[in-house]
């Protein structure tokens, strides 16, 4: 699925929201494992060190060539700092849901590039055919929820023992949908 947006954000600068192709390996991974230290939001750690830049390149190959699924990234100035993704949660009964996951470097927090990579991922959720998106965020997480809400999501669940932090033990996770028709 391709996909390409320059948007104007908050601070009045352009962001090109892009597909995030195999060359953009070494970057997408370097701000996955950056936003990945930067918050306990996220699913996992930067230090749990679970692929390298081959496998990102390969990942990010399978993604250019995918008609249901896309990986998109941010870039203000020429720089990656913000990625976001649409899977497929399955085939047959629930071949009409994907999965929406949100990563932007703190110090671009704020300013419209989540905003940004939401409203991409659910333009791509609907080219793809999808008639529902979900994701689901920490409960702690207020700016996320508040951001959601605001384009239209509503919860349907919550886990509370979701995620297990390893700084603030369990953590509530929300789960949160969005039909597209």
């Excluded at 954000?9 to 192709?21: E, F, G, P, S, Y």
């Excluded at 249901?68 to 976001?84: F, H, M, N, P, Q």
């Excluded at 849901?97 to 991409?120: P, Q, S, Y």
């Amino acid at each position: 699925m391709k996909y390409a947006k320059t948007v104007t954000i908050k601070d009045n600068r352009q962001c090109l929201i892009k597909n995030a192709v195999s060359d953009d390996a070494q970057a997408v991974m370097d701000v996955f494992l950056l936003t990945h230290d930067q918050t306990d939001f996220l699913a996992s750690y930067g230090d749990e060190g679970f692929f390298d830049v081959d496998f990102e390149r390969r990942f990010l190959s399978a993604k250019e060539v995918s008609d249901k699924e896309v990986y998109l990234c941010s870039l203000i100035d020429g720089r990656i700092v913000g990625t976001a993704s649409i899977d497929a949660v399955g085939r047959s009964k629930v071949g009409h849901r994907c999965e929406l996951g949100v990563a932007v470097d703190k110090d671009f927090c704020g300013i419209g590039i989540g905003r940004a990579l939401v409203t991409a991922c659910i333009d791509c959720a609907k080219s793809a055919g999808y008639s529902q998106v979900e994701l689901e965020v920490v409960s702690d997480n207020t700016g996320a929820i508040t951001l959601y809400k605001s384009m239209g999501f509503t919860e349907f669940g919550r886990n509370p023992r979701g995620f297990l932090s390893r700084l603030n033990g369990w953590q509530e996770l929300i789960s949160m949908r969005l039909e597209l028709n």
